[in-house]
């Protein structure tokens, strides 16, 4: 074989190697896109959460989530009009609750509206609980305001315990980490003017 063969075969062979890479990369990119189109709780990571393209994944995935956790009537809104609620559910103590879902990136916090939002919301869907949950955090108003209101918050920590929970057949505790009541220390304007 002379020089001229040798770097036919060599091209070749990187050739090859290139469109098996191709595959490879494309079967691990549709395989995410898959697996977060069925949004399969069993299959479903926070990373796969973070890829979502926008919130009406998010939603779905809560969707299937909160019906295989064995609540009843899980329903999820019309987007154009669900008047602030993404989800509706009734939970084990037969109370109608509403969410609102915020899948935002783990640095970017949920603000005042997602709570004003769902808070208001409540009066629609005839409910008598209120929850945000988000794949971020939230600020420290929106917690404030949340907390005078009886808005539960769950934020990307209680979304992973959630998932682990739910992956690890430990229902009983998901479950009570939705329904738990927020316990948290309460500032409101009023006993801030009598403090000052």
Not at 17 to 25: A, E, K, N, Q, Y
Not at 42 to 69: A, C, V
Not at 165 to 184: G, N, Q, T, V, Y
Request: charged share 30%.
């Amino acid at each position: 074989m002379n020089w001229s063969e040798n770097l036919t075969l060599l091209i070749l062979a990187g050739i090859a190697l290139l469109l098996l890479l191709t595959w490879i990369i494309r079967r691990i990119v549709y395989r995410g896109q898959r697996i977060r189109s069925e949004a399969n709780p069993q299959k479903i990571t926070i990373k796969d959460i973070d890829q979502m393209q926008d919130g009406s994944e998010f939603e779905l995935y809560l969707y299937n989530l909160l019906g295989q956790l064995g609540y009843d009537e899980v329903h999820k809104t019309t987007g154009s009009r669900d008047f602030g609620a993404d989800l509706v559910f009734v939970d084990r103590l037969g109370r109608r609750s509403v969410v609102q879902a915020k899948r935002y990136g783990a640095n970017h916090p949920v603000g005042l509206g997602a709570v004003q939002e769902i808070y208001t919301s409540m009066r629609y869907y005839e409910a008598e609980r209120s929850i945000v949950l988000t794949s971020a955090r939230y600020t420290e108003s929106c917690r404030i305001l949340a907390a005078v209101n009886g808005v539960k918050l769950l934020d990307r920590e209680d979304l992973m315990e959630l998932i682990r929970l739910f992956k690890s057949r430990r229902l009983d505790e998901a479950l009570e980490l939705i329904e738990e009541e927020d316990h948290e220390p309460i500032e409101t304007w009023q006993s801030r003017r009598r403090r000052t």
